[in-house]
């Protein structure tokens, strides 16, 4: 079946500029991830929705970011005003469930350069 | 902090050889995922050992888990040219429930 897919794959944005960044993740997983990863860094967890709980927010490094994910399946990654050190690949994954213990699924991520 | 750290960074063989990467962790963990990722986009999962465990198989990859020294390895086993990529392990620390934090990585390079 279709796996976790993002867009777009590749954005350019002036700074200052708002961008969204999408993410549909595979149908009937409940957990939806969020990460950034920057040029040879590691993950960097941004958000968690888990079903029709409130989200984990507590990786999101700023009040530009915000994250929505509607009917607990797609999901919108916005960051306004642009810096350019948001630049980086954003990684959205899904799992079945919710645990630790779940494998987590990605996207093929979208690069974001802000300029 | 990362949980999760690698060594080494990076890593170069050649073909045929073994190639064994390092994880070491601070706080007590559920279990313990080895990620594969290939030019930077998304990672794809290995293999997931739990605290309980101390050894796990699934084809060529072989991870250890010693809980006392809070560290993993993951062995690639005969290396092969596509197995180039950045591993990642990730943790599952007791109390967050479905957080993994990742580590920095290990650029692996198999020469042909």
Known sequence: ?115 | SQQGEEDPQALSIQEGENATMNCSYKTSINNLQWYRQNSGRGLVHLILIRSNEREKHSGRLRVTLDTSKKSSSLLITASRAADTASYFCATDARGSNYKLTFGKGTLLTVNP
């Open chain 1, 1 to 115: 079946g279709a796996g976790v897919s993002q867009s777009p794959s590749n954005k350019v944005t002036e700074k200052g500029k708002d961008v969204e960044l999408r993410c549909d993740p595979i149908s009937g997983h409940t957990a939806l991830y969020w990460y950034r990863q920057s040029l040879g860094q590691g993950l960097e967890f941004l958000i968690y929705f888990q079903g029709n709980s409130a989200p984990d927010k507590s990786g999101l490094p700023s009040d530009r970011f915000s994250a929505e994910r509607t009917g607990g399946s797609v999901s919108t990654l916005t960051i306004q005003r642009t810096q350019q050190e948001d630049s980086a690949v954003y990684l959205c994954a899904s799992s079945l469930g919710g645990g630790g213990s779940d494998e987590q699924y990605f996207g093929p991520g979208t690069r974001l350069t802000v300029t």
